[in-house]
């Protein structure tokens, strides 16, 4: 999906990619790295502490997405790589989007990270899917869900060759699993250059949401990207 190479301070618009490209080949499962968020006012205080995992609750020193954003642009640019790969698993991604630092506001970061995800080549959309997984069940879900899920995703892999993805950011808890099932039976029947298209641009809305996560500090409420969900 090819745009122009600058990157624009506006939040561009959702719209699909050129059509014609070559499919993305069959990907084998792997698990997904674990990154750091960006680190708070609290973390740091002491330089050498890193946070290493994705927050699961609303942590007590979440901070304002202005003060994240200071905190991201400050952040040394490894530190910054390694917050963008936990949001799409992409080198050249997020090596773009930490380069053009300091970013002025949370739009002109997002329209960034948008512009970069447009430019990103089958082989990079390839690679950040091989590095998704589905989004883990609610606790407490039935074991028929699990196994209906799991049978729809089997299908959708066995046809496309990677895993399904999707933004479920605005969706409640106890709609996940109909909206998931949804999705999957609905894009088995694209063909292949017509999911490429559908799962990049899901992948760029999945990389917006774990980027306001990190900035806050909040739960990651995009979901899709705990490789401990892979087959859920």
Known sequence: MTRGSTLSVHRLPHCPGPSGRAAIPALPEQPRPCSPPVRTAAATAT??????????????????????LALFNALP???????????????????????????????????????????????????????EALPPLPPGTYEAAHTALR??????????????????????????????????????????????VIAAEELRRLAGGRMLSRLTGTPDGTTSHDGAGRGA
Do not use: K
Not at 47 to 68: E, I, K, L, Q, W
């Open 77 to 131: 640019a490894d530190e910054a790589r390694a917050v963008l790969l936990a949001c799409l698993h992409s080198p050249r991604w997020a090596r773009r989007v930490a380069d053009h630092r300091p970013y002025p506001t949370v739009d002109a970061l997002l329209a960034a990270a948008d512009e970069a995800a447009y430019d990103l080549g089958p082989a990079d959309l390839a690679g950040a899917l091989a590095a």
């Open 151 to 196: 049978a729809a995703h089997a299908a959708y892999e066995a046809r496309f060759g990677h895993v399904f993805v999707i933004y479920l950011g605005d969706t409640p808890a106890g709609e996940m699993l109909d909206r998931l099932l949804e999705g999957i039976r609905s894009r088995l029947t694209n063909d292949p250059e017509e999911e490429r």
């Open 47 to 68: 330089a050498t502490t890193r946070a290493t995992g994705v927050r699961t609750a609303a942590p007590a020193h979440a901070v304002s997405v202005a003060t994240g």
